[in-house]
């Protein structure tokens, strides 16, 4: 489905009914990452789950956005536009970057928040990229031109998480605007507020994440006094991938949590 937020198109899928939950993919892919992942372990809750695609990336446009805090007023207009109710809003690496940007902005449209694996205005320290499982056959299920891509993202390297790569990464990231990311990356900084946010909160980080490692998540903890932190052994930043039964545990307790707060 496709809407139009202020001039720009936006693509979303949507499953289920009941209260919105809005969730924001990472950079360089589209909204079937975020989908699958979320899909696979919260299959039926009771929840209106929108997926949209992130401006310049998937099948929406980018026109005239210049940095990513017009990224988080884009947002606040499409979750007023389709949701029309304060939403659970998770975020996934630079999606929860612009999670925690719209949510300082227009904390009256969150409901709660979830942060997986966030990304932050710049990088702090990470781990070495070091491969925690590596099954003989994993690349089996993978073309050899997205062998690389897999083993970059990925610290658990099984059959199973070759073909989420390949089913729900991959397609992604041939449908990114370049042009549009560098203009809108260029605009990186997000203005986050001077406060935190105080409604329901999920943190989570792998252990073994060299894209954007741990210890930030770690440091999100003072900011979020109703926040559940967990930091993940043997995962990295696919962790969504990597260990589905800890994340849906924990996507599920916070969803608990969150629908049943004021």
Do not use: K
Not at 120 to 147: I, S
Not at 170 to 197: K, N, Q
């Amino acid at each position: 489905m496709d809407s139009q937020v202020d001039g720009i198109s936006v693509h979303h899928v949507e499953h289920g009914t009941g209260p919105p939950l809005v969730a924001l993919h990472g950079a360089g892919v589209d909204h079937r990452e975020i989908e699958a992942a979320v899909e696979a372990v919260v299959p039926d809750v009771g929840l209106r789950r929108l997926y949209p695609d992130l401006p310049g990336m998937g099948r929406s446009t980018a026109d005239g956005l210049t940095s990513n805090d017009d990224v988080v007023t884009l947002l606040a207009g499409f979750i007023e536009r389709l949701a029309g109710e304060p939403v659970l809003l998770l975020g996934h690496s630079y999606g929860a970057y612009l999670a925690r940007g719209l949510t300082a902005r227009r904390p009256d449209l969150v409901r709660g928040l979830a942060l997986v694996c966030p990304l932050g205005e710049r990088t702090g320290q990470v781990p070495e990229h070091e491969v925690v499982r590596q099954d003989d056959d994993a690349h089996d299920q993978l073309a050899p031109e997205q062998r690389a891509g897999f083993d970059e993202y990925f610290v658990v390297r099984t059959r199973t998480t070759a073909r989420r790569y390949r089913d729900h990464v991959v397609p992604g990231t041939t449908l990114v605007d370049e042009a549009a990311l560098e203009r809108v990356f260029a605009g990186w900084s997000i203005d986050l507020g001077a406060g935190g946010y105080d409604g329901p909160t999920l943190i989570v980080a792998g252990r073994r994440d060299s894209t954007v490692g741990c210890a930030d998540a770690v440091g999100l903890l003072g900011q979020h006094p109703n926040a559940t932190l967990a930091v993940v052994e043997g995962a990295g930043h696919a962790l969504v991938h990597e260990r589905p039964e800890v994340f849906g545990a924990l996507l599920r307790e916070w969803i608990n949590r969150a629908r049943l707060s004021p």
